[in-house]
């Protein structure tokens, strides 16, 4: 099993531009989820997903939007990237049900010039 | 504003050393996590606790859930190089489900 993964690993924007961040898990986890990782702040929740065809806003959400077409994808879009934007992005997954653990993917590095 | 807030934010020690790390809020978790991170990585669950005073403990770790379910502590006993990273704290708050809160975070380095 591969776990998580995602892709791309690293990514350079100029302001203004948009691109797609793939999420996926092999593992037929129910929950997925999308989160930020800026210095001091630890992890913040962008938008989540209980299930395929769903999602919902977490903490952060503005500038972002995602997909879930498929149970094992999650995608995370940024139609308008801007400079606030540069961080590194982590998505993750969970079996739901009575088990919290959560598994990670090794995470985007995210620049906006 | 963080729902969580992880101290101390840096700690570097020597090897054998022990330390604490603390994750506060004045909120109520239903459950509350640690995980361990690693440069490059994503996080790593250490462990789950979900009962307020429920003590835990995985070889030299040792983790505390608060008496009213809002904070929580990690203890490190002889702490070794290999326990150098990132150490992250998550609340779930109750009737959410869902949506977990991360602590702030506390990079720890042990020296050799």
């Known amino acids: 099993n591969a776990g998580v993964t995602q892709t791309p690993k690293f990514r350079v924007l100029k302001t203004g531009q948009s691109m797609t961040l793939l999420c996926a898990q092999d593992?037929?986890?129910?929950?997925m989820y999308w989160y930020r990782q800026d210095p001091g702040m630890g992890l913040r929740l962008i938008h989540y997903?209980?299930?395929?065809?769903?999602?919902a806003k977490g903490e952060v959400p503005d500038g972002y939007n995602v997909s879930r077409l498929k149970k094992q994808n999650f995608l995370l879009g940024l139609e308008s990237a801007a400079p606030s934007q540069t961080s590194v992005y982590f998505c993750?997954?969970?079996?739901?049900?009575?088990?919290?653990?959560?598994?990670f993917g090794p995470g985007t590095r995210l620049t906006v010039l | 504003t963080q729902l969580l807030e992880q101290s101390p934010q840096f700690l570097s020690i020597q090897e054998g050393e022990n330390l604490t790390v603390y994750c506060n809020s004045s909120?109520?978790?239903?459950?509350l996590q640690w995980y361990r991170q690693e440069p490059g990585e994503g996080p790593v669950l250490l462990v789950t606790?979900?009962?307020?005073?429920e003590v835990k403990k995985l070889k030299r770790l040792t983790f505390q859930f608060g008496d009213a379910r809002k904070d929580s502590s990690l203890h490190i006993t002889a702490a070794q190089p290999g326990d150098t990273g990132l150490y992250l704290c998550?609340?779930?708050?109750?009737?959410?489900?869902?949506?977990?809160?991360f602590g702030t975070g506390t990079s720890l380095t042990v020296i050799p």
């Open positions: 993750a997954s969970r079996p739901g049900g009575s088990s919290n653990e959560q598994f």
């Open positions: 593992m037929n986890h129910e929950y």
């Open positions: 997903s209980v299930g395929e065809g769903t999602t």
């Open positions: 909120s109520v978790f239903s459950s």
């Open positions: 606790v979900v009962t307020g005073g």
């Open positions: 998550a609340g779930l708050p109750p009737n959410t489900g869902n949506q977990f809160y």
